[in-house]
């Protein structure tokens, strides 16, 4: 996967369309390709839900990017924030008695920035998931300033989705630095072909210099 894009980024956001967009699968190639690069690149899921004590997510991470556990998972840096509840962030902690503690997953992720080249930081769902009660993944994002990797695919319904979280990101301030566009199966070949396009075009007409990356899977 070709990742010039991550080039002078020590930070970088990664969030989904949707729930199931194959963002996971996105970071660990990332991470693999910057690697081969020769960067020293971790991954953080700043929150895991459906799990307990672990994070399979970082867990996949790890496999996609030919390495075992690191340092850092095991410190519980990587996923600093897990919920049994298969839901969305704010609900699964509010079903624990819990608040997603937002500076607890800023500190692990400046923490892993320290210690290593580049950071890749996966969302939990899509940048509209609520964390809180009165803050949303993108309104945490913007926050930050770290840059966004957006990625998506061609299942009916994607353009619209994309679309709209590319127009959420830029009218916040938020650097979109790449759309990938993920392999997803039994896509139609007419939508598949044309979904990149409509992307494309839509960037263009918008003035956003953002490259749209297509990613192979076997």
């Known amino acids: ?17 949707d729930t199931g967009v194959g963002k996971t699968v996105v970071m660990g190639e990332m991470a693999r390709s910057a690697m081969a690069k ?8 700043m929150v895991q839900t459906g799990n307990v004590g672990r994070s399979e997510d970082i867990e996949e991470h790890r496999r996609l990017m030919g390495v075992g556990e690191m340092p850092e998972d095991v410190e519980g840096l990587t996923a600093p924030q ?8 704010q609900l699964a902690a509010r079903l624990e008695g819990r608040r997603v503690n937002l500076k607890r997953i800023t500190r692990s992720v400046e923490e892993c920035a320290r210690r290593r080249d580049l950071v890749l930081v996966e969302s939990a769902g899509g940048l509209f998931v609520p964390l809180t009660s009165s803050v949303l993944t993108v309104d945490y994002l913007a926050e930050r300033g770290w840059p966004l990797v957006l990625v998506t695919n061609g ?32 896509v ?3 939508i598949d072909k044309d979904t990149p396009m409509a992307i494309k ?14 990613l192979k899977r076997a």
């Open 201 to 214: 075009a839509y960037l263009k007409r918008k003035g956003l210099d953002v490259p749209l990356v297509r």
């Open 155 to 186: 299942r009916l319904g994607s353009i619209n989705h994309t679309l709209m979280s590319i127009e959420a990101a830029a009218g916040r301030g938020i650097e979109i630095v790449a759309v990938v566009y993920d392999w997803a199966p039994d």
């Open 82 to 89: 897990i919920f049994a509840f298969p839901g969305s962030a």
């Open 1 to 17: 996967m070709d990742v010039g894009f991550l080039e002078g980024r020590r930070i970088v956001f990664v969030s989904g369309i």
């Open 188 to 190: 139609d070949p007419v």
């Open 38 to 45: 020769g960067r020293d690149a971790i991954t953080v899921k």
